[in-house]
């Protein structure tokens, strides 16, 4: 968990999340997307939120799985109804939805649902900062097609320290 600047948030999260997922070995085109999600959900934050805002980044045995940022207005608004309604749409295959039928305020909504397959929730949680009721908008992250192994588990190496 980190906390981000107010005015530099979206920049912050970028390089937070970049950072993470270059180390777990994702390939640059899917960080790539999951920047562009990330920033829109930290811009949005800013703009419709409360500080301070937060970003959390969920690991699994060294895999990040789920990022998360959060504000401290615990209120979700329309953006639980925006998620399941793309949602909806993406399971009953109609065309692409049109951005011009998303209220502005929803585009990045749309990008998130996009980019992340469709994985993107909103829900109330407390900060980590201050324990203060808010609420998160989290997507899941790629994964690199193979794990990284972790630099104390490789055999060379054992072996070699060894001697």
């Known amino acids: 968990m980190r906390t981000l600047p107010k005015g530099?948030?979206?920049?912050?999260a970028r390089h937070l999340l970049r950072e993470t997922l270059t180390q777990a070995a994702v390939e640059d085109d899917q960080i790539a997307?999951?920047?562009?999600?990330?920033?829109?959900?930290?811009t949005n934050a800013e703009l419709h939120g409360r500080g301070p805002l937060e970003i959390r980044i969920g690991t699994v045995v060294q895999r990040?799985?789920?990022c998360e940022i959060v504000d401290s207005d615990?209120?979700?608004g329309d953006v639980p109804a925006?998620?399941?309604?793309?949602?909806?749409?993406?399971?009953?295959?109609?065309?692409?939805?049109?951005?011009?039928?998303?209220?502005e305020a929803g585009r990045g909504l749309l990008i998130a649902h996009r980019l992340s397959n469709g994985r993107c929730y909103a829900y109330r949680?407390?900060?980590?900062t201050s324990t203060t009721l808010?609420?998160?908008v989290a997507?899941?992250?790629p994964m690199a097609a193979t794990p990284p192994i972790p630099r104390q588990l490789t055999l060379v190496e054992a072996d070699h320290d060894a001697r």
């Open 82 to 103: 925006l998620l399941a309604n793309l949602r909806a749409a993406a399971r009953d295959t109609l065309p692409t939805l049109d951005i011009p039928l998303i209220p």
């Open 125 to 128: 949680t407390r900060l980590c």
């Open 8 to 12: 530099d948030a979206a920049h912050r």
């Open 134 to 136: 808010g609420k998160a």
């Open 33 to 42: 997307d999951a920047e562009l999600v990330v920033a829109e959900l930290a």
């Open 74 to 76: 615990p209120n979700l």
């Open 139 to 141: 997507f899941a992250l």
């Open 64 to 66: 990040p799985l789920w």
